[in-house]
């Protein structure tokens, strides 16, 4: 398995930015695809965003064009730039790898090392 760790969440406004990383210690993510996934209070946790080993990115289609997930190679290390957040988007994120190289996952059952998770509140 490979270890994940994500930061970056916080407290932020309905309407900000916030920027989330994940890195894989020891491991290069450019080897897996990675994905970030959120559970919000009292739901089941959803993917959001995926960027595979041959750096394709695709998303949630309520976060596309707010949301952005990139690679920092140099870094491994992999964020999520979101922008003019929501309270409905109040959740812990997770960040995940996959090593099956199975196209565009967005299954939970398809990541097999996970992080933690940072939570992220969005005040009204």
């Known amino acids: 398995q490979v270890q994940v760790k994500e930061s970056g969440g916080g407290l932020v406004q309905s309407g900000d930015s916030l920027k989330l990383s994940c890195t894989t210690p020891g491991h290069p993510f450019s080897m897996s695809t990675m994905a970030w996934f959120r559970r919000a209070p009292g739901e089941e946790r959803e993917f959001v965003a995926g960027?595979?080993?041959?750096?394709?990115?695709y998303y949630l289609d309520s976060v596309e064009g707010r949301f952005a997930i990139s690679g920092d190679y140099a870094q491994n290390t992999v964020h999520l730039q979101m922008n003019s957040l929501q309270p409905e988007e109040t959740a812990v994120y997770y960040c995940?790898?996959?090593?099956?190289?199975?196209?565009?996952?967005?299954?939970?059952?398809?990541?097999?090392?996970w992080g933690q998770g940072t939570q992220v509140i969005v005040s009204s």
């Open positions: 960027l595979t080993f041959g750096g394709i990115t």
């Open positions: 995940a790898a996959s090593t099956a190289h199975l196209g565009t996952p967005r299954q939970e059952t398809q990541f097999s090392s």
